[in-house]
């Protein structure tokens, strides 16, 4: 039977419980206000005044994109996930007065969309490629599963299958429906939870609908499109191809990651669902497929995916520019999600060692570390003189903003945090998982007995990491610990006694099966060496460099540490490194620092652009931070592959 | 007294002389067809159309852009140039007929200019940013005098005489007059040309009011826009600011190489014309800072410059990108003929490096060795898989095309070939210059006795070149031989005997002075070794790297003769090469190879997209080709700057 991710986990670290409570404590309060236009200097959002619109309380056209609802739905998850953790009456009441706003504005055939209800009324469903109206549904129902497992209000939900029958009845094989999906994937997954929650198959097989049909000749888009040239609707030039929209071919057919990458990765993770659900092996090796695609040819160091600004999208094998990275961090959090979802159907570190990698890196730095701020893009190196000089990076900004108009990142990245927890264990009748080295309690019933695991760790700045177990009698269960790619030495104690994990490893995880006795505890050492990372040949913007790596964290330098041109830095392939815990620096890091760094002699360089000559060195010292943590402090260069000398 | 160039000077060698005869045989001729719509396959042109049309000869609106005229003064250019080497009844005739047809076009008032004529009729110099009329007239002068030169006929020079009178009465400082000046200059450096012809210093005042106005206060296009305007007339939005056309400061007060290239350096060339002409020191000085500029700090290996596609223009210092260099070949021609001015007005050295530089490489690539199509955009690396793929290389292409819709640069780069020997020589009264080593016979009056001297070379191939004197009897002037700053080690004999040029050497030239005798004979031989050429390090997209150079020919290398993947290779510091040449190779070219390469053992090499390992190396024998012939053989990766070991 497949472990399953267990969703009642409490966070107790340095590292996540801080950024859980900036969320619980500034993110979701600021986006609160940032919904309802109260930002001063932010974009303005329109979200809350559309609902009030669309309910007929407040006389107001439609305002920002055509998926501006779903910013509201991302913060209503996000706040379910919060009272997760803790429920919180003040926090609870706004989202109760919320989600009455949601349910006033729903349309009494539950239709439910201000963008069509205030700018469209009738025309409905004409445009699924582009309008996003299944997109909105799909977040508004993971909030609506959030919010119910938080508080068993059954408000939300009750809107949500409302409002899926209405889609149920809309789209389908019958004569009398459209055989439709909409342009942008995400309700595929969400109808997957609504099914898990509520156990009504009806939307489990819409969901399997729309992932069967997406792509199939005629293509919809096209039938859609025809239909409204027809009705004499006025259509905008569009250069964007099918691929963009994954509907290029049937997901069964794709051999590649194509197209928008946001889009790319909610399907994948909703068809890995369906493959799960449905026990599907075809879909399941098509899935896993484009998953090796991914993140063998396709995917950042840090984690981040979708490298071109252009439509935001997958470009081509190992494309994988630095400055021009696009690697938007609503694409790092669908990697996790989609990674997440085939750990749960196989159970191999190889698809928790790339949740980890993008967590801690591409995705992790799209939030300030005041939580104020996020980045849309995450570029691998920036040089702040192209700002607003060079046409060809038009997306990467020096900063992070405090809003966006197209405010998909923060509040998902709030969210992601807020539920982190369920990313850590995962569980099946005989064994519990360790996927992540996080701190937390867990607690599980295995044989009738009922067992809490306590881990403690300082996790990802030391390698060690303490489990604890408490049971009112002796229990039967497997303890399967993650040994994470990066690590080469780890060390496993159960009750200070070694135990060598290479002889319990199953696809990455060491499995320690016994009779568990209250107070025993399980130790895990995993040795953290600086490493220096080399890419794959055919990754030409990093040939002759090294990223430099310790733990999960991938390194970067800054040039508020390092001066500026940091493409003369030379790092030595021998390089050893100091490091330390520094708790006042970005709230806190392990930084890193060599003194086997190179740069030209300046005193040996002229004004002469070329020579025919080599330039000498001098030695250097280098000092890096982790990825995550660029830009929080003064504006300057930024570079994770450093050349090797 | 400063020397000038001498126009009458035939090329006989093996590099150049093909290619001038390719100008006059397949150029010319294919760019008349062109010209004419006549070319399958080609974009059409319509600029002869245009010119019937505009003569009444025609019922056709005008077709192209506004700067569709200047495409037939630079073909009649280069006739002139073509029939300045060999008088030829047939060209003649058809060159007469054009100019007839321009003659008849003409408006009695003196304007010419196919567009207004066509399609805004009384509206002549409302747009003068925008509309290049000036420009177009400033080709057709360069045109006129060459033709004249070669011909003696007058009738060109008439028409365009008539012109610039026309033109002198609408612009200048008085009351009635426009204070206006081109959005692309070219005219500035043209009247110049026409008065050295007419000696009317009235085209010279022209000139220099047109150099000395331009970034005014109140800026004139600015003034004109308003009053746009106010007549009611319809603006497209236009992004482009002041320094696009060089008119966000005055030049004196420029200190670096702004906007679009090509309009930059044609504008810097007429300025290096009043400076010259005026003895204006300080707007000398402001020039040669420019230089110093756009050759220290923006310019590629190749001698390209603008890097950057948007706006075809200059970015800012050491901003270089190989994939993406637009380093249009009109900038190149541009950057040698403000190099060229330079030099006559101070004969250094250095100068006539930048002109050798591009000439061979950035501006050579811009035309294929059959000379039928032609390269608008040279990068310096390309990687064939991005064609269509990556929004952020839009310019670049593969293969040259055979016309474009846009068609500056396949007439400049035939007026360039067709005019080549101009560039050899310069001369006082008592010294004769070789800035170029090109085979070719010059003659020369000193001190009242002819002199002929026949240069014979190799070169590019080889650095020995003999020079032989005929005189009717014993000359008394200076051989000033330059020293190119490639080389370090040059011999000089005079009649066998050794001369040491470091001692005679002023400003890079070696010189000779003495009685010479008819029949002396002077030899200068250049070692060619192969130089690995370093960038200054703030270049950042060649750190790491080396070009590979020998003589003034900056090699490359291609996919056909190394494999793909380039970026994986690299070559070893202390690397030796072989070389030789190849006669039936890309009509003849010197290959070097080398087996000091490496590569990554690609038996090594797993799926995995990051490791923490340094692949092993195997060696790898690497054949490099002369950066201008690239693309001449299968479409492939190309690479100019190599990984160095």
Redesign the interface.
Same mark, same amino acid.
């Given at each position: 039977m497949n472990p399953v991710s267990i969703p009642q986990v409490s966070i107790q670290d340095e590292f996540w419980a801080p950024r859980q409570r900036l969320v619980r404590d500034v993110v979701v309060p600021y986006q609160w206000e940032a919904l309802n236009d109260l930002v001063p200097g932010a974009e303005p959002s329109g979200t809350i005044a559309n609902f009030k619109a669309a309910a007929g309380e407040l006389e107001a056209a439609h305002h920002g994109f055509v998926f501006q609802d779903s910013d509201l739905a991302k913060w209503l998850e996000t706040v379910g996930f919060v009272l997760q953790q803790q429920r919180n009456e003040a926090l609870e009441a706004l989202a109760d007065s919320a989600i009455e706003l949601i349910g006033r504005a729903q349309m009494p055939n539950g239709y439910l969309g201000t963008f069509y209800q205030l700018q469209k009324p009738g025309l409905q469903w004409t445009n699924v490629r582009d309008d996003h109206e299944m997109y909105n549904a799909g977040h508004f129902m993971e909030a609506a599963v959030a919010y119910y497992e938080a508080t068993g209000k059954p408000k939300a939900l009750e809107i949500l299958c409302k409002f899926a029958d209405h889609i149920a009845e809309a789209f389908g094989p019958e004569e009398t429906q459209k055989p439709g999906y909409c342009g942008h994937p995400e309700i595929e997954l969400a109808l997957v939870k609504l099914y898990r929650l509520t156990g009504n198959t009806k939307y489990l097989a819409m969901s399997k609908f729309f992932i069967d049909e997406r792509g199939r000749e005629p293509l919809y888009f096209d039938v859609e499109l025809a239909e409204r040239q027809a009705a004499g609707m006025k259509e905008r030039v569009d250069r964007r191809q099918m691929a963009y929209f994954q509907s290029h071919a049937p997901i069964r057919k794709q051999q590649s990651a194509e197209g928008h990458a946001v889009r790319a990765v909610y399907l994948f993770a909703g068809a890995t669902d369906i493959a799960d659900e449905y026990e599907d092996s075809s879909l399941l090796e098509s899935v896993r497929a484009l998953w090796?695609n991914t $993140?063998?040819?396709r995917?950042y160091?840090t984690g981040g995916i979708g490298s071109?600004?252009?439509f935001e999208a997958f470009?081509?094998d190992y494309?994988l %520019?630095n400055e /021009?990275a696009y690697a938007e961090t609503c694409a790092a959090i669908g990697l996790m999600n989609w990674g997440h979802r085939l750990l749960q159907i196989e159970a191999d570190s190889k698809y928790a060692d790339i949740m980890e990698r993008t967590l801690y890196n591409g995705l992790l730095s799209g939030i300030s570390l005041d939580g104020r701020s996020y980045f849309y893009v995450n570029p691998l190196e920036v040089?702040p +003189?192209?700002s607003g000089?060079?046409?060809?990076?038009p997306g990467a900004t020096l900063r992070r903003q405090p809003w966006f108009g197209c405010a998909c990142c923060p509040p998902n990245i709030a969210r992601l945090i807020a539920s982190l927890g369920r990313y850590i264990y995962s569980v099946n009748e005989e064994e519990l998982y360790v996927h992540l080295y996080i701190g937390s309690r867990v607690a599980r019933e295995f044989g009738g007995r009922q067992v809490t695991v306590t881990q403690r760790t300082e996790y990802p700045w030391n390698g060690v990491a303490d489990f604890q177990l408490q049971t009112d009698g002796p229990v039967d269960f497997t303890l399967a610990l993650r040994l994470p790619g990066?690590c080469n030495d780890i060390k496993v104690k159960v009750n200070g006694q070694p135990v060598d994990p290479a002889l319990i490893e199953v696809k990455g995880y060491a499995k320690l099966r016994r009779a568990w006795n209250s107070g025993d505890r399980i130790q895990v050492e995993m040795a953290m060496p600086v490493?220096? $990372?080399?890419?794959? %040949?055919?990754?030409?913007e990093a040939?002759?460099k090294v990223?430099v790596?310790r733990g999960p964290i991938v390194y970067c330098m800054e040039e508020a540490d390092n001066g500026g041109?940091l493409?003369?830095v /030379?790092l030595s392939?021998e390089a050893t490194f100091g490091g330390r815990f520094e708790p006042e620096l970005l709230n806190g890091v392990y930084v890193l620092e060599s003194d086997h760094g190179w740069?030209?002699d300046?005193s040996t +360089?002229t004004?002469?652009?070329? $020579?025919?000559? /080599?330039?000498p060195l001098t030695q250097a010292s280098l000092r890096f931070i982790p990825y995550y943590a660029w830009a929080n402090r003064s504006e300057g260069e930024m570079a994770v592959w450093v /050349?090797e000398k």
């Open positions: 090796n $993140v063998q040819r995917m160091v071109s600004d252009a470009s081509f494309d %520019p /021009r040089w +003189v192209i000089k060079r046409d060809d990076i990066w490493e220096l $990372v080399r890419s794959h %040949p055919e990754l030409r040939a002759g990223a790596q041109n493409r003369d /030379r392939s740069r030209t300046a +360089v004004d002469d652009l070329y $020579v025919a000559k /080599r330039y /050349r």
